[in-house]
């Protein structure tokens, strides 16, 4: 194995900015772990890769921040803070009896989580028994945790998602739908959206060409929630209007409140 | 709200990748802050880079720093840099973009094989960015073969079609371009 040649391949490069396949990063991988001449090599392209972007660069627009940080706050990161681990990485150590107390503890969360998790997952299937006996599962909006829902289906390679914006002005971020392209689940993460008056209410539809998919309809109350909708078999542009209470059959495009494409 | 609160505060502080990293899996949202203040002008010029329009790159970015956020436990610090993990993330992210809707209407530097080298002598005011900017020292060929492969997401197989020549020959012309980008690199140190 001549490591200088491996180096000079071109095959870090390619892995580093994404070019490579699979096989190829499994490759490099393993040769980084036996050997560090190539580890250090790939860092050495990485820093300097990375100290090249960030020199030169187009400054983003002020309110691009601002936007992040909202949809941030629709992700439910309030609730996360509080989630923070008490023996953070950089905590400092105390006396060995505390550790102790600790071990105790992390038992006891160990054991609460575990029941927090089941008691979660009961009364989530007793939500989808109520409302699959109801007849209409989107009659009663099936609220769940943003964060314990939200994670395990962003991180599936099968789900897109889109930011919903205002026709008018796509600065403003009202919402976010996913949609499993697999099962053909769709998610409404709801945002800043004002309560319509009363005898109005949200719909979602899914919009291809002339055709239009009622997703259902769904109420603002728990901002930063995430709403199961209806399902839809193929998906590209998305829009949520104000319709009557109970929804329309067809959108009323007029009253088009957020656009959003996959 | 919290984060919308903190985030004006400018925060002076540095913080070493390890520290970061750390900051990031505790979901600490000024480590967060800090990240966003960081990476997004670099990402925010990749991305718009690839899409060539700012609004849906905008979106874009978006979207990555919530990716990132929800998904940072699955980041590995001893498989790549921080950024390196980030950056892939959002190429991801403007192809996806990119392959939806009408946003493959976006002008491309490269439209055809037979106009795709006279089309590169054409600079954007973004060319003269980042990556972009050590591209232009490459020869004309290895200037199609990176912006069909790394700005226009094509693979191998695909850009041997588009240019008529075989996978294997587009192989090692791109690994010879990286070869010059990094040997670019190493002299910008």
């Not at chain 1, 009663?140 to 919903?164: C, G, N």
């Not at chain 2, 588009?162 to 990094?182: D, H, W, Y």
Request: aromatic letters at 10%.
């Amino acid at each position: 194995m001549n490591i200088q040649e491996y180096i000079e391949s071109g095959i870090i490069e390619s892995c580093v900015l994404g070019l490579a396949t699979r096989a190829e990063q499994q490759q490099l991988e393993s040769m980084c772990l036996e050997y560090p001449e190539i580890n250090n090599a790939k860092k050495a392209f990485e820093l300097a890769l990375e100290n090249q972007l960030m020199k030169d660069v187009v400054t983003p627009p002020a309110g691009l921040k601002e936007k992040v940080f909202l949809s941030l706050n629709m992700h439910g990161v309030d609730k996360s803070y509080s989630y923070k681990k008490e023996n953070s990485y950089n905590a400092p150590v105390q006396r060995m009896y505390i550790w102790k107390w600790v071990a105790v503890a992390s038992i006891l969360l160990l054991l609460g989580s575990i029941y927090l998790t089941y008691s979660i997952r009961d009364e989530y299937q007793k939500l989808q028994t109520a409302t699959n006996q109801s007849g209409d599962p989107l009659n009663d909006s099936t609220y769940f945790d943003a964060i314990m829902v939200l994670k395990p289906i962003v991180e599936k390679p099968s789900v897109k998602w889109s930011t919903m914006v205002e026709p008018t002005d796509s600065a403003h971020c009202m919402a976010h739908v996913y949609w499993d392209t697999l099962s053909t689940d769709t998610y409404l993460l709801i945002g800043n959206i004002p309560k319509p008056v009363s005898d109005k209410q949200f719909q979602l539809w899914e919009i291809s060409g002339n055709r239009s998919v009622d997703l259902g309809v769904f109420d603002v109350s728990k901002e930063g929630k995430l709403v199961q909708m209806r399902n839809v078999n193929n998906a590209k542009d998305f829009v949520i209007t104000i319709e009557p209470r109970g929804g329309s059959a067809t959108p009323t495009l007029k009253t088009r409140y957020a656009i959003g494409k996959l | 709200m919290f984060f919308t609160i903190v985030y004006h505060l400018d925060l002076k502080s540095t913080y070493k990748e390890v520290e970061l990293v750390g900051l990031l899996k505790q979901k600490d949202h000024h480590g967060f802050i800090y990240l966003y203040d960081r990476c997004a002008p670099a990402i925010y010029t990749s991305v718009l880079q690839i899409i060539k329009q700012e609004e849906t790159s905008q979106q874009v970015v978006q979207d990555v720093f919530i990716k990132v956020w929800l998904t940072i436990d699955n980041y590995d610090p001893a498989r790549e840099r921080l950024f390196t993990w980030i950056l892939q993330i959002a190429r991801e992210a403007a192809f996806d973009k990119m392959s939806s809707g009408n946003d493959r209407q976006f002008p491309t530097a490269v439209s055809t094989a037979e106009d795709g080298i006279s089309d590169l002598v054409t600079r954007s005011a973004i060319d003269n960015y980042g990556l972009k900017n050590l591209i232009l020292e490459l020869n004309e060929e290895q200037k199609v073969l990176i912006e069909l492969c790394y700005y226009k997401g094509l693979t191998n197989a695909e850009i041997a079609e588009k240019l008529g020549i075989p996978s294997e020959t587009v192989k090692t012309k791109i690994k010879i371009a990286l070869c010059k980008l990094r040997n670019s690199l190493e002299l910008k140190k």
